[in-house]
C-alpha cells in the first residue's frame, strides 16, 4: 500500500483505499479477489478492474462486479497492452489516500487495509506496507 504525500480527507471517519485490479484471463479469480477487497472493515475502498484485452471472458466477470457493488468499476483496453502500460493506467486514475496494486489472481487477508492504513497513519514518515503472503488454491 502506498499513501500520496497528504491524506485527502484528514476529517473523513475512514481512509479511502483505491484498489487498482489489473486482469487479463484471470476472470475465474476476479469475484474472490474483489470481494477480499470490498469486505474490509475500517476502511473506504473502491476498486477499478483494468481488464487487458481478454480473452476468457474476465470483462463480463468485471461488469457483474462493477453491478453487484457501488465501489467497484470496471474498464476494458481495446487491446492487450501487457502489465507495466496497464499498471500505469490504473494507477494514474487513482484520487484516494491510499492505493493498492492488487493482482486478479489475488486477495488480501481480512482487515488488511485497516492495519495497514492504522500504521501509516500513525508513522506518517512511512510510505509504503507490505504484508507477508500467504499461499492458497483453488
Known amino acids: 500500500m502506498i499513501r ?3 491524506r485527502l480527507s484528514p476529517t473523513a471517519p475512514f481512509p479511502h483505499v483505491a484498489v487498482v485490479v489489473p486482469c487479463y484471463n484471470y476472470g475465474r479469480f ?7 477487497v470490498v469486505s474490509q472493515p475500517g476502511v473506504e475502498t473502491s476498486v477499478h478492474i ?19 457493488y457501488g465501489n467497484v468499476r470496471a474498464t476494458r483496453n481495446p487491446i ?10 490504473g494507477l494514474a486514475q487513482v484520487d484516494s489516500d491510499y492505493v493498492v496494486l492488487l493482482s486478479a489472481d ?13 500504521l ?3 508513522h506518517p514518515s512511512v510510505g509504503l506496507v507490505y504484508g507477508h503472503p500467504q ?3 483453488e
Not at 30 to 36: A, G, P, R
Not at 53 to 58: F, L, M, P, R, Y
Not at 80 to 89: D, E, K, Q, S
Not at 106 to 118: F, H, I, K, N, S
Request: hydrophobic share 40%.
Open 106 to 118: 489475488d486477495q488480501l487477508a481480512p482487515g488488511a487495509l485497516g492495519r495497514a492504513t492504522a
Open 4 to 6: 500520496p504525500a497528504l
Open 50 to 68: 483494468l481488464d487487458d484485452a481478454s480473452t476468457d471472458g474476465s470483462f463480463g466477470v468485471a461488469q457483474e462486479l462493477e453491478a453487484r
Open 30 to 36: 476476479l469475484v474472490d479477489c474483489v470481494e477480499s
Open 80 to 89: 492487450n497492452l501487457g502489465h507495466i502500460a496497464t499498471y500505469n493506467t
Open 120 to 122: 501509516m497513519e500513525a
Open 135 to 137: 499461499t492458497f488454491s
